[in-house]
C-alpha cells in the first residue's frame, strides 16, 4: 500500500504541476550546498551579512521558510543525493562511522540506493559536481562511483586555500574525475574555495552545451565549515560589525524576520543558552576576538554569495540560465562545537594557517530565532533556508513568495524526478530499491500544496523528532520527549508534553515503527553514537 500510495503521489503531483514551460528543452538543475551555515545568516532570511546574489534569486524565485535538513553533513548529503533517510543508506552518522553487521551505519552510500546523478544520467543527462563529498569515497562510494561523469571533489570538508596548512595528509588532495592532484596544483592557480568550485562547476556545463545535452551540477561548498578562513580583504570588510555583540544581533535579526514574513511574530524568540555569557560581561579583548571570529566566518558568506552571482552570470552567458532549477540550501544549522569560547588560532586568524571555530555563542545568533545547533534535532539543528529559482518554471503569480508548508531535504530526489520527467527505478544494477521517501515540492512552483503523505522524521546521534502537520515531538538523547505546536511556537519555548499526552503516544509510535522500518534500529537494539573527539 505503501508503493502504491507513492506512486499515486508521484502521478498526481506531475498532473497538477507547471504549465508547459517556455522552452521546449529539458529543464537543467544546479544544486548549491552549504556546510554549516544557519538558517538565518543570509539577508533573505533575516541576517545582515550582505548575500545580494542569493537574494535576487529569492526574489525572482520561491524561499521555503520551514525546510528540513538532517542536521549534520554527511547524513544530510546522502539524504539529499539519495531521496532516503540516512540509515536507510547506510550513512546514519559521519562519513567513516561503520559498525559491523548494522547497514545503518555503513560509512558509505549503500549499494541499494540510487543518487540523482544516476536517475538523470539514465535520463540522458550529463552530470557534474564540485566542493565537498564526504559520504562514503574512501570505503568505495565516490562521486565517480555515483554517477556523476565529472567531478572535482575533497574526500570531506574545511579546505578553503590552495596553500592551507591541512591537519590529514588525506585531505591534501583534490580529486578530478577520480585521479588524486595536490591541492597546490598549478593546473588550479591560486585559489579559493567558492571560487575554484564555480570555475570548474561552469567548466563541466560547458561540455554539457557543448554535447547538446542537459546537465545536473551539484556544487557543495565547504563554506563556511570550521577552519574559518577567507582572503583578508574579505574579513576586513567586516571588522569592527560585530562589536554590538550576539544578544543585539539575534534582536536585529528577529525583527527583521517578523517584518520579512519568514516567522509569526507570536513566536517568541529563544534565549540565550545558560553556558553563553550576556555580550557586556566580556572584556574590551574578548570582544575584539569574538567580533573578528565572526568577521571571518561573514567573509565566508559573502565570498560564497559573490560565487553564486559569477555562477548565475555564466549559466546566462551560456543561455542556460532561464530554463534551470537553481535550489540552494544548507546541510544543518550554525556550528556550537568548540563550545562557547570557539577557537582563534594561528598568527593570521582567517588566514590558510589557522584553525578558528566560530563555537556556540555565535552559532545561537546563526540560527536565530531557534533554539540549538548542528548535531541536535531541535529547530535550530535541522532547519535550513531553500531558495529555488527557475525563470521557466516557476509561475509569474509564485515569483518572490514564501512557501511555509513543511520541506525536508529527501524531497530533492522527487522534485528533480518530476520535473525532469524522469523514471526512479524499482532497481538499479542489481540492487532493489525502496520507493523515494520524499514528495515532489513542484506544486509549490504555481503556488500549490505539498501532497505530503507521511510525517518527517529525524535521527542523529539518538537526538529524534517527528514532525507531522503543526506538531513537533522532539527530544534530546536520553531525555523525554517534548511536545510543540509549530503553528503557535516554532521556536520550541512552550512544551505541551503533558497535556497532550495522546498526541505524545501517537507521535512516538509513529517514530518507532519508522526508526525499525529505515534501520535506525536493528534487532531491537538501538546503537549507541560513536565517540568523537571534540
Not at 61 to 88: E, K, M, V
Not at 307 to 332: I, M, P, Y
Amino acid at each position: 500500500m505503501r508503493k502504491f500510495a507513492t506512486i499515486v503521489m508521484w502521478v498526481c503531483s506531475i498532473a497538477i504541476f507547471i504549465p508547459e514551460a517556455a522552452s521546449s528543452a529539458p529543464p537543467n538543475f544546479v544544486i548549491i550546498l552549504v556546510d554549516d551555515m544557519g538558517w538565518s545568516d543570509i539577508g533573505c532570511y533575516g541576517g545582515e551579512i550582505p548575500t545580494p546574489h542569493l537574494d535576487a534569486l529569492a526574489a525572482s524565485g520561491i524561499r521555503f521558510t520551514q525546510c528540513y535538513n538532517t542536521g549534520r553533513c554527511s547524513p544530510t548529503r546522502a539524504s539529499l543525493l539519495t531521496g532516503q533517510y540516512p540509515h536507510q543508506v547506510g550513512m546514519g552518522h559521519l562519513d567513516g562511522t561503520i559498525r559491523p553487521g548494522h547497514p545503518g551505519f555503513q560509512g558509505r552510500l549503500a549499494s541499494s540506493c540510487v543518487t540523482i546523478a544516476e536517475v538523470l544520467q539514465s535520463a540522458g543527462y550529463f552530470t557534474a559536481m564540485t566542493g565537498k563529498w564526504h559520504v562514503g569515497q574512501r570505503n568505495g562510494s565516490a562521486p565517480w562511483q555515483r554517477g556523476f561523469q565529472r567531478s572535482l571533489n575533497l574526500v570531506a570538508g574545511g579546505v578553503h586555500f590552495y596553500n592551507q596548512t591541512l591537519r590529514k595528509n588525506a585531505d591534501a588532495h583534490l580529486y578530478l574525475n577520480g585521479e588524486p592532484r595536490s591541492i597546490d596544483d598549478r593546473l588550479f592557480g591560486t585559489w579559493y574555495g567558492p571560487d575554484l568550485w564555480t570555475e570548474w562547476g561552469l567548466k563541466f556545463v560547458d561540455e554539457a552545451v557543448q554535447q547538446q545535452k542537459p546537465f545536473f551540477l551539484y556544487l557543495s561548498h565547504c563554506a563556511p565549515h570550521f577552519p574559518l578562513m577567507a582572503p583578508e580583504s574579505a574579513i576586513a570588510k567586516h571588522r569592527g560589525k560585530y562589536q554590538i555583540g550576539w544578544d543585539q544581533l539575534r534582536i536585529e535579526r528577529y525583527r527583521r524576520q517578523i517584518a520579512l514574513r519568514l516567522i509569526d511574530p507570536q513566536w517568541g524568540l529563544s534565549e540565550r543558552e545558560e553556558s553563553s555569557p550576556a555580550w557586556d560581561s566580556l572584556s574590551p579583548e574578548l570582544q575584539q576576538r569574538f567580533d573578528h571570529m565572526m568577521a571571518i566566518y561573514a567573509a565566508m558568506i559573502e565570498t560564497m554569495d559573490e560565487s553564486v552571482g559569477e555562477l548565475v552570470a555564466g549559466l546566462k552567458e551560456r543561455d542556460v540560465f532561464d530554463n534551470t532549477l537553481v535550489l540552494f540550501l544548507s546541510d544543518n544549522g550554525g556550528n556550537a562545537e568548540s563550545g562557547p569560547l570557539g577557537r582563534y588560532e594561528g598568527e593570521q586568524p582567517g588566514g590558510p594557517a589557522s584553525n578558528v571555530f566560530l563555537g556556540q555563542n555565535w552559532a545561537t545568533l546563526n540560527n536565530t530565532p531557534f533554539r540549538k545547533w548542528k548535531r541536535r534535532v531541535h529547530e535550530g539543528g535541522i532547519a535550513t533556508p531553500l531558495i529555488a529559482h527557475w525563470k521557466e518554471g516557476i509561475a509569474a503569480a509564485a515569483s518572490g513568495t514564501l512557501v511555509h508548508q513543511p520541506a525536508h531535504v529527501i524531497d530533492i530526489m522527487s522534485t528533480v524526478v518530476d520535473v525532469a520527467r524522469a523514471s526512479y527505478p524499482q532497481e538499479y544494477q542489481g540492487h532493489a530499491l525502496e520507493p523515494m521517501e520524499g514528495t515532489s515540492l513542484t506544486p509549490t512552483f504555481t503556488g500549490g500544496s505539498v501532497a505530503r503523505l507521511s510525517p518527517l522524521f529525524f535521527n542523529h546521534d539518538n537526538h529524534r523528532a517527528v514532525r507531522d502537520g503543526t506538531w513537533k515531538l522532539v527530544a534530546l538523547q536520553d531525555r523525554p520527549w517534548e511536545l510543540y505546536d509549530m503553528s503557535a511556537d516554532r521556536t520550541e519555548l512552550h512544551d505541551l508534553a503533558q497535556e497532550h499526552p495522546a498526541i505524545v503516544a501517537k507521535m512516538s509510535t509513529d517514530y518507532d515503527e519508522w526508526s525499525r522500518r529505515t534501520r535506525v534500529v536493528v534487532d531491537g537494539e538501538l546503537q549507541p553514537p560513536p565517540r568523537e573527539s571534540p
